[in-house]
């Protein structure tokens, strides 16, 4: 086997196995960007083939997992860009084979409406800031916009979070 070829292998299953450890959590911020378990899995996988042909270059960055998130919000916004079908947001998932994981599903669909609400953008801000606990700056860095407009995002997209229906039915039952 030539230098070369095994250069490929060695970069492919580390890509395999960086992959493997994260794909839950990128398949968890991808649900929150899209609001459908199969568009999420669906993004990741795209973002995920667009970065294997890039690997040895991404591996070599200080932080290949803030590369990897701004290519999966940039993939999500493609997603809006060429949409031609309209897609219907259910307020409830779909039946599992496996039980919940967490007793606040109707907590988490009354979320995940109010997130599908937010313009892609805004929502990406959202997400990155407050689910995956990103600070503003690495949301501005995978954004590729300025901290102040991070702010603003957040803010805004906080503000027309807690004003959602949704979310206000669901604070008003909790108490």
């Given at each position: 086997m030539s230098r070369d070829v095994a250069a490929a292998v060695d970069a492919g299953s580390d890509?395999?196995?960086?992959?493997?450890?994260?794909?839950?959590?990128?398949?968890?911020?991808a649900y929150l960007l899209t609001g459908d378990h199969h568009e999420a899995e669906d993004?990741?996988?795209?973002?995920?083939?667009?970065?294997?042909?890039?690997?040895?270059r991404i591996s070599r960055l200080d932080e290949p997992d803030a590369y990897v998130h701004r290519a999966l919000v940039n993939n999500n916004l493609s997603r809006f860009r060429r949409r031609r079908v309209v897609h219907l947001l259910t307020s409830r998932?779909?039946?599992?084979?496996?039980p919940?994981?967490?007793?606040?599903?109707?907590?988490?669909a009354?979320?995940?409406?109010a997130l599908a609400?937010?313009?892609?953008r805004m929502r990406a801000v959202v997400v990155l800031r407050y689910w995956e606990d990103l600070?503003?700056?690495?949301?501005?860095?995978a954004l590729g916009c300025t901290i102040?407009?991070?702010?603003?995002?957040?803010?805004?997209?906080?503000?027309?979070?807690?004003?959602?229906?949704?979310l206000a039915a669901g604070e008003s039952g909790e108490r």
């Open positions: 890509f395999e196995s960086w992959a493997a450890v994260r794909w839950s959590r990128l398949v968890r911020t993004l990741v996988q795209t973002t995920l083939a667009k970065v294997f042909l890039a690997w040895p998932l779909p039946e599992r084979s496996r919940a994981a967490t007793g606040h599903v109707e907590t988490r009354a979320l995940v409406t609400a937010l313009p892609p600070s503003e700056q690495q949301v501005a860095d102040g407009n991070v702010k603003s995002q957040a803010s805004r997209g906080l503000r027309k979070l807690r004003d959602h229906p949704a």
